[in-house]
């Protein structure tokens, strides 16, 4: 018995040692000992190994150590704890260029543009090299992009010789004569996604946010009820109220199953869209094609984008100028990599030269019947103007769904949802000390 | 006598306590009063840190999504907790009267679901409601009503109650039917002798003599609902309707872990742990008094 009793407590002992000595020496190492330096990122790109990988071979004097901590907001509320915390986060961190504001005042980013970063300005499309830096400050490298276009099914369309819509108007009459076809169809899905529905604001001309650190840190725009954005709302609160447009939240399983069954007969998608649908979509393969995204104005063309990452370099790095590098290289012009962010992770890049090769422009996809769908993704991101973000961007969009799904279940009128997010976002944007717009 | 023998070896019975003691600073102690002291003080994003008192406690006490969802997790403990715990316990009652092979089985199965881990437990109900999935989507048909829609702002509640009511009666079954274990079986058959059904036994004698263990499944219910978390969360994904601040937990998680407020979030934790502790504890002296009258 006392035997058992002193084991225990030994192993108690040891087991609060271990854990106290593995929560202190959480940081990570430097390469002063001579060696390469090691730099480390946080990142959730599917086939991110091999880029990695080829990194590493292609660089004697910086390695990366790669982790996925979580996607997206998984990742976000790591890097939230670390920065409060003053330790913990990576050298290099994966962020999306809705969150960079976000993280900016955190004062949690490392201007890039002291390492020589801003000589990669060429490189990119201009709008997300707009989106990524301050002025001369660089705070994040591009990767890749979301511009928006409509998948339809053009099968339905042409057999029941509907108009593949070229602007809203001819969208929501082809969603009419589409539920006189078949009363169990939707037009598409209005899928609670914050950038999904910003990417239709953006590309209706709407710019309710507007931020820059340099300028004030302390100041910020918010004009969510202009009409260009309130037109986009009402729009589609319209077609879900008539029964047009479905409410399954996006890649759900039953948002699947409803592309992949005839129930969606569109989805207004980004670049990113034919990797993740030749993926996930295994009935309809073959039944899709890609038009522009429709116009709000006959003969427009205006568009957006929905999603897209950076990286950035995070302020606890030990190695700045070694992690800008990484940032700056890990895809970058990296061949290797992008062959296997276009082919296997399916990514949209952001490279203006790798987007322009033939090899990316040309591909035909299967899943679209052998349409070379990056011919329209491509001009889309040439043509994308300037957009900002609020540095509490998770709040906004936060907000905006809430009041959405508030709308979707009778509880609110769609008119008054942008009215009620405008005042809720205001509200928060004082009490954390912001003067509004 | 006793006093001055356990003073005889203070350094080995300090040593014995230290372990535990240890755990208990480092994981406990420290995390809840860093805590707290972060709770005192406000840090906006433009502004930067600053003292601020109770202010925090001020704002969530006064904060309408907070108070929305803390009347949210109200109503659906006062539904879900009476259900659960009286299903476990006629459970209970039924598993110690019952002494088949059968009932062994059942209780293994019954206890199955707390075994799942909560995250998997909501994601597979989850795809349960699913109306292109799941099989209980389509059951309102068979008697001419619509699908019915387990995502939606009506039935969202129903749907999430449903999944802590599967994960935690077969656990509470359990705790009641050991309670039950423990009473004397000549109480049965005194009351057997007097003539009592077994009904009447269940209701007279069995349920009485294990009201502790009743009152201790209540208090643990009870502060489980106040925590509601995971399903929320997990649902989410699912179902738009829940918001940001759908329960006073996930509010808290949501201003540490999406606003980056990590003050705010200390303060609603610690708000609610006083509001879980208070409520326990009126609990507890009530069900005392009323033993004791």
Same mark, same amino acid.
């Given at each position: 018995m006392l035997g058992i009793n002193r084991s225990r407590t030994l192993v108690s002992v040891l087991t609060v040692a271990g854990l106290l000595a593995a929560t202190a020496c959480g940081g990570d190492s430097g390469g002063s000992d001579g060696g390469p330096v090691r730099v480390s990122v946080w990142a959730w790109y599917p086939e991110f190994k091999g880029v990695v990988d080829a990194f590493n071979a292609s660089h004697d004097d910086i390695q990366v150590d790669w982790t996925n901590v979580g996607t997206g907001p998984d990742q976000y509320a790591k890097l939230k704890t670390a920065f409060t915390a003053g330790t913990? =986060?990576?050298?290099v961190a994966m962020v999306e260029f809705q969150q960079i504001p976000t993280f900016l005042i955190l004062d949690a980013l490392v201007d890039m543009g002291q390492y020589g970063a801003g000589a990669d300005e060429d490189l990119y499309a201009e709008w997300a090299w707009q989106q990524a830096t301050d002025g001369d400050k660089v705070f994040a490298i591009p990767v890749d992009g979301g511009p928006m276009a409509l998948m339809y099914r053009k099968d339905l369309f042409d057999q029941h010789r509907i108009p593949v819509p070229t602007t809203w108007d001819e969208y929501a009459t082809a969603a009419e004569k589409m539920k006189a076809v078949d009363p169990d169809a939707y037009i598409a899905s209005f899928g609670s996604d914050g950038g999904w529905l910003n990417g239709l604001m953006w590309q209706a001309g709407c710019r309710p946010y507007g931020y820059s650190i340099t300028e004030a840190r302390d100041k910020v725009k918010i004009d969510l009820t202009h009409p260009d954005c309130e037109k986009v709302i009402e729009f589609y609160g319209d077609l879900v109220e008539r029964d047009l447009m479905a409410t399954d939240p996006f890649f759900t399983a039953d948002a699947a199953a409803a592309l992949d069954s005839g129930?969606? $007969?569109?989805w207004a998608a980004a670049g990113w869209t034919p990797g993740y649908v030749a993926g996930s979509l295994k009935n309809t393969a073959g039944k899709w094609a890609v038009a522009p995204m429709p116009q709000w104005e006959k003969g427009a063309d205006e568009h957006g984008d929905w999603g897209g990452s950076t990286f950035t370099v995070t302020k606890q790095a030990d190695n700045p100028e070694a992690a800008t590098v990484v940032a700056r290289e890990l895809f970058g012009k990296s061949e290797e990599a992008w062959d296997i962010g276009l082919n296997k992770a399916f990514l949209y890049p952001l490279v203006k030269d790798v987007a322009a090769d033939p090899a990316f422009t040309g591909k035909a996809y299967e899943f679209f019947n #052998?349409?070379?769908?990056n011919e329209i993704f491509v001009p889309v991101s040439e043509k994308l103007g300037d957009f900002d973000y609020t540095p509490f961007q998770d709040f906004v969009f936060g907000d905006l769904l809430d009041r959405c799904a508030e709308a979707t279940s009778g509880?609110?009128? $769609?008119?008054?949802v942008l009215d009620a997010t405008q005042k809720n976002v205001v509200d928060y944007a004082r009490k954390q000390g912001f003067t509004v717009e | 006598m006793r006093r001055r023998r356990m003073t005889d070896h203070p350094v080995a019975g300090a040593l014995f306590v230290l372990p535990f003691f240890l755990v208990v600073v480092a994981f406990l102690v420290v995390p809840l009063g860093y805590a707290f002291w972060l709770s005192l003080s406000s840090k906006s994003l433009a502004l930067g840190e600053q003292f601020t008192g109770f202010g925090n406690y001020t704002r969530a006490f006064t904060d309408p999504v907070l108070l929305d969802g803390f009347l949210r997790v109200l109503v659906f403990g006062a539904v879900q907790v009476p259900l659960m715990l009286g299903i476990a316990l006629v459970g209970a009652l039924t598993l110690d009267a019952v002494t088949t092979r059968f009932a062994i089985a059942f209780r293994l199965i019954a206890f199955m679901p707390y075994a799942v881990p909560a995250v998997l437990g909501a994601l597979m109900w989850g795809f349960l409601y699913s109306r292109t999935f799941g099989p209980f989507a389509d059951l309102p048909t068979a008697f001419g009503g619509a699908p019915a829609d387990f995502f939606s702002a009506d039935l969202l509640l129903v749907s999430l109650g449903n999944i802590v009511t599967w994960a935690w009666t077969g656990y509470n079954m359990i705790v009641l039917y050991s309670a039950l274990q423990g009473v004397p079986r000549e109480m049965y058959e005194a009351a057997l002798i007097d003539g009592a059904s077994q009904v009447q036994i269940a209701v007279r004698v069995k349920v009485p003599a294990i009201r502790q263990a009743i009152a201790l499944a209540a208090i643990f219910s009870v502060i489980g609902t106040m925590q509601f978390f995971v399903e929320p969360y997990v649902m989410s994904r699912f179902a738009p309707?829940?918001?940001? #601040?759908?329960t006073p937990n996930l509010y808290a998680y949501n201003q540490a872990? =999406?606003?980056?407020d990590f003050h705010y979030s200390a303060a609603i934790s610690f708000a609610l742990g006083f509001v879980v502790f208070v409520a326990a504890y009126a609990f507890v002296l009530s069900t005392r008094k009323r033993r004791s009258s």
């Open positions: 913990g =986060a990576p050298d129930k969606y $007969w569109t #052998g349409q070379k769908v509880q609110r009128e $769609w008119d008054t | 309707q829940i918001s940001a #601040g759908y872990f =999406a606003y980056s």
